[in-house]
């Protein structure tokens, strides 16, 4: 998920920095293919090439692994929406709201392997919302709606329009796509996935949501 031993923009990374970045990368990998339950400390160091010892001196325990891969490793869906609020009146609604669909559908489907395990288990799920500070899933959907009543206060998006029932009509759209394509994992029938490409996607989406919120005149 990201390029060995760098960082974007920046040298390769070496020493501690390095290591950081290996754990990041194995639980990732690991959270993928056997779960989040399974992923241990101890097989995640091991995938990494590096000792428990090491991998405790970067990351308090698998908890905090996990929220920094989410934060870290998958596409950054939070930080895309909380910038929306401030571009309203730029560009059009439908750039921004195909963007938003470009960057969510990737990032559920990524988080979906390390979310099964960690709604399995009460006891890890609920040490995971007490981690998040408030800072939990909800604000998605709640800055992209934010963005919306935005526009509706520049006359780009309908008065009539709940904005919080629009934001979540198309981070659930997104988050639907996504489960399916984990699904089904390309073996699915014909239908299964429809737009196939993922631009179509985010174009038809967009689109279904707009006929419904967008003011005339824009």
Known sequence: MTNEGTQQGTEPLTGGALTRARVLDAAARLIGTVGLVRAT?????REAGCSEAALYKHFRDKEEIFVRVLRERAPRLAAAV??????????????HLEAVVAVAVPFYRQ????????????EL????????????????SSHLADYLRAEQRLGRVSAAVDPDAAAMLLIGA?????FLEVFY???????ALRPVAPA???????QALLGGIEAPEA
Do not use: Q, W, Y
Not at 111 to 122: D, I, R
């Open 41 to 45: 400390t101890k097989e995640i160091a």
């Open 82 to 95: 909380a910038e929306l609020p401030d571009r309203a009146g730029a560009g059009t609604v439908r750039e």
């Open 111 to 122: 988080s979906f392997p390390m979310a099964g395990g960690l709604l399995a288990s009460p």
């Open 125 to 140: 799920l609920a040490a995971h919302r007490r981690k998040l500070d408030n800072a939990g899933p909800h604000h998605v």
């Open 174 to 178: 997104c988050f639907h796509r996504a």
């Open 185 to 191: 994992a390309g073996e699915g029938p014909a239908e």
């Open 200 to 206: 179509e996607f985010a174009s038809a989406t967009v």
